[in-house]
């Protein structure tokens, strides 16, 4: 991210905050207690973002870690995972890293369209956010969530929020309903309000996530 890119997203983060602090009287409160908002602050290879959310698919973060460590050692990133790193390494060794049967295959397969061309992040890059989900639900192993995380977390994208997000929902019941599982319906017409910036709202529903629950309130 160069420097203007950097300035022009921290000043769309501090627009956000005040704008949902503004139209959302109970999602104000924790945006107070967790400050400014941090989307974006890390930069990695779109890549290897992409291999990430599918080694921490349906595993605690520590499981997670552990096994991306021994992918990296295994080929040799250096910091980040490329597609090259995957053409000739032998499917046994990504297994012995820990990595699923399923896994192991999609981010080989991933690779392999990479490396051909087949897939193209500089055009995912220039896509509309429903295009770019599509366009990524469309590769092996990567569904409608980790294509919506992907957006927010590696493409800076401000306006998604993930109605299959545990977490999110969790915390949209704890918010509005003291706990009570709301129905989509419902729940679409609580987020709607937050546009264009549901992805910042979602950046502090999950630190409701990380509170004690006396802060719920």
């Known amino acids: 991210m160069t420097d203007a890119n950097s300035s022009a997203l921290a000043g769309s983060l501090r627009e956000a905050e005040t704008h949902l602090a503004r139209i959302d009287p109970v999602l104000?409160?924790?945006?107070?207690?967790?400050?400014?908002?941090a989307l974006g602050h890390k930069?990695?290879?779109p890549f290897h973002i992409l291999c990430t959310s599918i080694i921490s698919q349906?595993?605690?973060?520590?499981?997670?870690?552990?096994?991306?460590?021994?992918?990296?050692?295994l080929v040799k990133a250096n910091p980040h995972l490329k597609p090259a790193?995957?053409?000739?390494?032998?499917?046994?060794?990504?297994?012995?890293?820990?990595?699923?049967?399923?896994?192991?295959?999609?981010?080989?397969?991933?690779?392999?369209?990479?490396?051909?061309g087949e897939f193209s992040f500089r055009k995912l890059v220039k896509l509309?956010?429903?295009?770019a989900i599509e366009m990524l639900d469309a590769l092996p192993g990567i569904?409608?969530?980790?294509?919506?995380?992907?957006?927010?977390?590696?493409?800076?994208?401000?306006?998604?929020?993930?109605m299959?997000?545990?977490?999110?929902?969790?915390g949209v019941n704890r918010l509005y309903?003291?706990?009570r599982k709301l129905s989509d319906r419902r729940t679409l017409a609580i987020t709607k309000p937050w546009a264009p910036y549901r992805s910042v709202a979602s950046w502090y529903l999950w630190r409701l996530g990380d509170e004690e629950p006396g802060n719920w309130a």
Not at 128 to 131: F, I, M, N
Not at 143 to 162: H, K, N, P, Q
Not at 164 to 170: E, I
């Open 85 to 116: 790193h995957f053409l000739d390494v032998p499917h046994a060794s990504l297994r012995g890293c820990g990595l699923s049967h399923a896994k192991a295959r999609w981010m080989v397969e991933i690779a392999r369209r990479t490396h051909a």
């Open 177 to 179: 309903a003291k706990g």
């Open 43 to 45: 930069r990695r290879d």
């Open 164 to 170: 299959d997000d545990v977490g999110l929902r969790r």
């Open 128 to 131: 509309g956010d429903e295009a």
């Open 28 to 37: 104000a409160p924790l945006i107070r207690r967790h400050g400014p908002c």
């Open 143 to 162: 569904g409608r969530w980790s294509a919506e995380m992907y957006l927010i977390f590696a493409l800076d994208r401000l306006d998604i929020f993930a």
């Open 58 to 73: 349906q595993l605690s973060t520590k499981a997670a870690d552990t096994i991306q460590g021994r992918v990296e050692v």
